[in-house]
């Protein structure tokens, strides 16, 4: 059997509880699944002069938290602990979405499926922000992306 290889950018504990939700239930045979789970820290270039460096560092120690503890709920749900990266960037990225696709790129793996969760967004907001899975499915051309809508 091939083996499979998912990027799951994650964001929040709420989005990533859905995330996590759904990859455990799909029908996949868990020891051919890698899985890369990717967080973008949003740091502003001059955010730690301004907020400082430990403020900084506890919410870089959040993210971390996040990805380890939906790393957790993976291996619950029958997935190799060792199959499972957790990747926390703090490059700075104009977009979030600038972040994944630079990430999925310079990744040495050749990933078969991006997930994501769309969250809620007025018309307005879409249309002044843009909307990530759109800008995702056009610039990962040739990869599959599985977009979870918001309950």
């Known amino acids: ?31 051919n699944v890698y899985i890369t789970l990717l967080h973008i820290f949003r740091k502003a270039p001059a955010e730690e002069e301004l907020m400082g460096k430990k403020c900084t560092e506890e919410e870089i120690y959040k993210c971390m938290n996040m990805l380890e503890q939906a790393k957790n709920k993976l291996v619950e749900s029958g997935f190799k602990s060792d199959h499972i990266e957790l990747k926390l960037t703090t490059d700075f990225y104009p977009t979030v979405t600038e972040g994944i696709i630079d990430q999925f790129n310079k990744s040495e793996k050749k990933f078969d499926l991006v997930m994501i969760r769309r969250r809620k967004m007025s018309k307005a907001e879409e249309f002044l922000v843009g909307d990530v899975s759109v800008k995702l499915i056009r610039a990962l051309e040739g990869t599959a992306v599985l977009v979870l809508k918001p309950s």
Request: charged letters at 25%; glycine letters at 0%.
């Open 1 to 31: 059997m091939k083996d499979l290889f998912i990027l799951m950018p994650i964001s929040d504990v709420s989005k990533t509880r859905a995330i996590i939700d759904t990859m455990s239930n799909l029908p996949l045979c868990r020891d």
